[in-house]
């Protein structure tokens, strides 16, 4: 996987979040720095596992979250 774009976003409550744009590719992240598929291409939060889905509006909703996080 290789990371295109870093965004940092922020839910209504203040709690912010950076994202990484992750497309297929191999990168250290491929060498157990992640659990996600090699071929993963979508959002997730820097240092974990968890992904995030871009909405049509332009926020991002969390996996597991209902908060919606729009751009810093």
Do not use: C, W
């Amino acid at each position: 996987m290789k990371i295109t774009e870093v965004i940092n976003v922020k839910n209504a409550a203040g709690k912010s979040v950076t994202l990484q744009h992750l497309v297929p590719g191999i990168t250290y992240l491929d060498y157990g720095f992640t659990h996600l598929p090699r071929d993963f291409n979508g959002y997730r939060v820097k240092d974990t596992d968890r992904t995030a889905v871009k909405k049509n509006d332009g926020t991002f909703q969390l996996d597991n979250s209902s908060d919606l996080y729009k751009v810093a």
